[in-house]
């Protein structure tokens, strides 16, 4: 994944980009609908993607895919950057952006004893 999103970002400046930022995002959704004491509906919907900021001459961009494949992230990367290409010329006020280096697989640590997503739903019904 970070070899494909590093592609497409490179392919991004070189069109003259002067920030891309892409941000990986995974979410898991359980819900669980009681009434009157019986269980009506229980489903689990799982959603992932990637958001593709892109500045160019002060000016933002943004795209999301939920397709994770090269084509398809290169795709929302080149429409993050036509945004951005496009509001340029007419903004007011222009965004400056000062170089970072990028971070790289970061594992967050919830602050709970026992994440939800560890708990079976037979045990949350």
């Known amino acids: ?33 009681k009434e ?3 269980i009506e509906e229980c489903k689990t919907v799982k959603r992932a993607g990637v958001g593709i900021n892109v500045f160019f001459k002060g000016a933002k961009g943004y795209a999301f895919s939920a397709d994770l494949s090269p084509k398809a992230l290169e795709q929302s990367s080149i429409d993050a950057l036509g945004m951005a290409k496009a509001s ?9 952006i000062s170089p970072l280096k990028p971070i790289i697989d970061v594992k967050i640590k919830p602050n709970i004893k026992e994440p939800a997503w560890s708990v079976d739903i037979e045990d949350k019904l």
């Open 36 to 38: 009157n004491e019986r």
């Open 88 to 96: 340029a010329h007419v903004i007011k006020i222009k965004s400056e």
């Open 1 to 33: 994944m970070f070899d494909d999103l590093n592609k497409v970002i490179s392919k991004i400046e070189a069109k003259g980009a002067e920030f891309v930022e892409a941000r990986y995002d995974e979410l898991l959704i359980q819900t669980i609908i």
